[in-house]
């Protein structure tokens, strides 16, 4: 009987660990997708998760930026295009190489992820995607 009862203990804190852990996290990537950046993310687990927080910083900027907040779809793959990055400010003068952050916020606590966009665009891509904005 002792041990049964160790054994569902022992189950439950297993348990109680796996929720309070948050998200798995198994990919998280910016890339280019015409003018603007897509960021991809995947998830092996959304336990607990109350929000994501994308977050953007150039390398001339002295701190990052939140761009938006995600609300968990229990969906695995997720998706936010960028489409700001070239439209004054740092990111419109080749501030780049561009780093990206990823929060997941919990009950638990919060856990970041950052992937980094090694390269820039030209300018002929920046000037096309300032005229385009000019038009939406």
Sequence with gaps: MAQKTTLAVLLLVL?????ALGATITLFQATFDGTNIRLDWEVASEAGVDNYEIWRKANSEPSFTRL???SPTAQRRYQFLDTNVFRGGAGAAGGG?????????????DQSYTTVLNFTTSAVQRSWGSIKSMFR
């Design 15 to 19: 348990l109680g660990a796996s929720l």
């Design 97 to 109: 190489p561009f780093t990206y952050k990823l929060t997941v916020r919990t009950s638990a606590g």
């Design 68 to 70: 938006t907040t995600v």
